[in-house]
């Protein structure tokens, strides 16, 4: 497809209540209507937690009540669906894992690497060992960074891959980032944006929690940086994407055929692995 449409869905999320966020989820993907891609925010069932009960009486496993409710939405809506919950993994760690959920394909999953040490968060979860992904899409190309992530752009690099093109043409970023610090927030969006060329969706969530107000901060950028997101009655901030004219900027201005390479290294990081894959219609490997 040379035209994706996405939306981010800023919810306010209800504290610590995965039942009724996910009857948010419900509401507001009724209120956006067909997209292609829809965006949740980051810990979409329960907002920003950090105290060890709440967090492991909310966390989820991998195939539990949260994904089983997007996966239905996905298949009922034909879109994927991406966001970030708690995770519960059968090792007994907890993840703030995103996922990003296709119909008739297997689900893909990130661990949020960076986590917010300023705040609890690093105490109570197990930061992810693994690079981020890259999902195969309606012809497109996708990745995963989380909130937090965003501030590490070696991180974030969309290198080449083995075809010679970059590797993603999309960076998706679900987020709970309060408006303190929205300059930091639009800046290092329009950022990944510039330097990746890609575009980027910063989804994050609406209303307040502990950590401050989060309103008004969702929105998505072009390859060139520029805000293309329209707002909808629905809230949701939504846009049209064009393979076409992406191709034709990296044709035009191709900075990433002269970027530095490097080798990502770290605490309990994994080497890379294949890109994961998920496209419509069919099962990833």
């Known amino acids: 497809m040379n035209s994706l449409k996405v939306a981010a869905l800023p919810l306010d999320t209800v504290h610590a209540d995965p039942a009724a966020n996910i009857a948010l989820m419900r509401r507001a993907l009724d209120d956006v209507g067909p997209v292609d891609i829809a965006v949740l925010p980051e810990f979409f069932t329960t907002g ?11 966390a989820q496993a ?11 939405e996905a298949e009922s809506r034909s879109c994927a669906i991406c966001g970030t919950f708690i995770a519960r993994l059968p090792d007994g760690t907890l993840r703030n894992r995103a996922f990003f959920i296709a ?14 040490s300023i705040s609890d968060e690093a105490d109570v979860l197990t930061p992810g060992s693994q690079p981020m992904p890259v999902i195969t899409f309606r012809g497109w190309r996708i990745s995963i960074a989380v909130c937090y992530d965003l501030r590490f752009p070696v991180w974030c ?15 998706i970023i679900p987020a709970s980032w309060p408006d303190a610090r929205a300059h930091a927030w639009r800046t290092l969006l329009t950022a990944r944006a510039i330097e990746n ?18 309103d008004g901060l969702t929105a998505i950028f072009d390859f060139l940086g520029a805000d293309i997101g329209s707002d909808q009655s629905s809230g949701a901030v939504s ?12 044709r035009r201005f191709p900075v990433w055929r002269d970027a530095d390479t490097f080798t990502i290294t770290g605490p309990a990081l994994a080497p890379a692995p294949v890109p994961c894959v998920s496209t419509q219609g069919n099962k990833s490997p």
Do not use: E, W
């Open 103 to 116: 119909p008739g394909a297997d689900p893909v999953f990130y661990d949020k690497r960076h986590l917010f």
């Open 239 to 250: 846009a049209t994407f064009s393979l076409d004219l992406l191709a034709a900027a990296r």
């Open 48 to 58: 920003f937690i950090t105290d060890p009960g709440l967090v492991q009486s909310c």
């Open 62 to 72: 991998p195939d539990g009540p949260a994904m089983q409710a997007v996966r239905a």
């Open 197 to 214: 060329q890609a575009y980027v969706i910063g989804a994050n969530r609406s209303g307040s929690d502990g950590f401050g107000r989060c």
């Open 157 to 171: 690099r969309n290198t080449v891959g083995p075809d010679g093109s970059l590797l993603y043409d999309i960076l």
